[in-house]
């Protein structure tokens, strides 16, 4: 029996087959159904493909598992392809088991790369993560920005990161945002991170705006606050010794 099974689905052909592990066989009936003019446009079909794909990948058959190496990455590409012809969101909801499952494994991926410095990488397995939201997530964009700087894609990531703050501080003025716990702790690592990189290349200001602005977004975050606090007193010092400057001049 098979871990996950579609809910609110009416392709029984698929279904049946799903059910008895013929993984294989109900991926390659649900690829033709995605190519038919009666079928292609539902979501259905393309929800199995991501659910096999995902079954093929974890198979406790060595081959099968090297045959799909990247099945879990076709999986997340058909969900994010059947969160689109999804359109009312209806079987989205209904399967969400298996969306949150997907999203689990793929945050995973996102953290190691991050833990490892590797930001480029990062940056690559978030946006594969983005493809598992039905609205987009703008604290994870900002997380997405914060790491294309890093990745030294600077003007890319200043331009994501600005359209982010753009838009979260609309939210936040309609006391509208709501951080999806997920990706919190992501998000908040990236800030950490993030300011300590900009303190390091000079830009003590940046670094303040920057934690000054995550901390309307998490008010209540220990580490934010403890980071604010240092960066806030180098700050000041910069200011002061700023205001000399200009008036011995």
Known sequence: ????????????????????????????????????????????PFLYMSLCFYQLSISEDSDIREDYKDGFKQAVNYAGRFIKKDKEGVMYTD??????????????????????????????????????????????????GMNEVMSNNVSQGERTIDEAIKKLNEKLAANDFKADPLVKSLVIDAILKYSEFLVNQDQIESAHNQLEFALRLFPNDGYIKLQFNVVKQAYDKHLKEKEAAEQNQ
């Open 1 to 44: 029996m098979a871990q996950f099974q579609v809910v609110g689905g009416t392709y029984e052909k698929l279904a049946k087959l799903y059910s008895q592990g013929k993984y294989e066989s109900c991926l390659f009936k649900a690829d033709d159904y995605t190519f038919k003019a009666e079928s292609s446009k539902d979501a259905e």
């Open 95 to 144: 399967n969400i088991d298996f969306i949150n499952r997907l999203k689990e494994i793929q945050k995973k991926e996102i953290k190691e790369e991050f833990d490892k410095a590797d930001y480029r990488k990062t940056v690559a397995a978030a946006k594969l993560f983005t493809k598992l939201n039905r609205e987009e997530d703008l604290s994870f964009t900002y997380f997405i």
